[in-house]
């Protein structure tokens, strides 16, 4: 089932206009945010993630180079739980 739902979400754009997503990312300055990618993610390119990054004014891109998608991974996770903790308290 999740395998349905990944390609049609995939097929249809998740439902939005092709780069609305980079466009409207410079709204987002002065929200933090810490974007985690593992290197070996074969399912959204690292370069997906970079994008975002140069045009989300102020948000820290944190690349894993021994990971790769699932918080199973002991990279993934540690850094989660450090992202969680430097919002912790704001």
């Excluded at 990312?25 to 997906?48: K, N, Q, Y």
């Amino acid at each position: 089932m999740r395998a349905r739902i990944i390609t049609h979400y995939f097929r249809e754009g998740a439902w939005l206009e092709d780069g609305i997503r980079l466009k409207n990312a410079p709204r987002l300055a002065g929200i933090p945010g810490i974007l985690i990618h593992g290197r070996f993610d074969m399912e959204a390119p690292l370069v997906t993630a970079w994008e975002l990054a140069r045009a989300w004014p102020g948000v820290e891109l944190v690349v894993l180079p021994k990971a790769a998608r699932s918080t199973g991974n002991v990279d993934i996770a540690a850094a989660i739980v450090s992202a969680t903790n430097e919002f912790r308290d704001l």
